[in-house]
């Protein structure tokens, strides 16, 4: 059994890649236009990695400052769970790297992979170690570099993603604050439709799978967008019921960023206003589990997001999985 302990966010912090990669400059790489891109998806530009940056190091720099917001030392971290698919390498994790980088020392460090859910999923786990009282001090981040894993000849895929990292500390908070409700989804039946075949121990690296271009993502588009909208509405409206609430009730619905026309439809199903809704989609594209703490640590930055705010995160990806929960900031 769980102790009655509340568990929230208590800092945000994020890192971004420097360059910028506009629709205008896709347009000189694939068959595709500034018009189709943000007209079907919403985006302008994307930020993607170059020279030093590497998935660890956006990992590191948005870690630093969600630990001194929230007024901790590194070394008061118990565990550091990094939400990625796509880590520096196969092991040792991006959890372990960012926690030599840090000299995090008393923490135990694991990477999940739960594709663009992987933040919540991550959320969920951490509420857990705290809750049970195995952690006080728990680091989540949420990254991903896809820029490393598209084919940047297939036009169905590479104007939709960017790289970027969020990251949040987890600490027990007052009664009522923090976490109210969450929960997770999955339907493996469904990974088909969004997948990177090779590069695992069930197809690894040879020159057929390169030739093949079986490292690089593989999506249904369409297939995808039908499921997220559904699921989206779903999970939101379950983790609003989970704690008593209505969708009426919420300050703000912080979605995964995968598409403006998800969003939309989405929230407006869910009777919420445009400004309710946070997106950052046209700057950023999808950052996959990065996509949800940066719109976080950017709302909070601004202002927008206050103190005792209702606000709902929602998410979905490879897995398929997907993911809901309803903070009270
Ligand atoms: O984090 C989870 C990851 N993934 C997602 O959430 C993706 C969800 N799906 C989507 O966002 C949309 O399905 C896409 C943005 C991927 C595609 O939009 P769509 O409105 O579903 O387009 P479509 O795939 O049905 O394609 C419509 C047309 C096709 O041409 P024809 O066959 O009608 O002649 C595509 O070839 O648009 C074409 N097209 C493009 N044209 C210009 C596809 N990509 C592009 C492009 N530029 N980049």
Redesign the pocket.
Known sequence: MHSGKSVGIVSTGKGLPVCRLTNLE?EEI????DE??IS??GIKERRIISNSETNSELSFIASKIALDRANLKPEDLDLIIVATVTPDMLFPSTACLIQAKLEAYNAAAFDLAA??TGFLYGLSVGEQYIKTGAAKNVLLVGVDTLSTIVDWQD??????FGDGAGAVVLQEVEENRGLLSCKLFSDGNKGDL?CVPAGGSRFPATRQTVEKKMHYIK?N??E??KF?VTVMINSTLTVLEMCGKKPADLDYLVP?Q??I??INAASRKLGLKPEQVLANIDRYG?M?SA?IPVVLDEAVEEGKIKRGDLIALVS???GLTWGAAVLNW
């Open positions: 896709l694939v068959d595709t236009s189709w891109i079907r998806t594709g663009c036009r169905n895929t590479c104007v939709l969004l999506m588009g369409p995808v967008f997220a995964h995968a598409n026309r998800i999808n996959s996509s979905f990806g490879a």
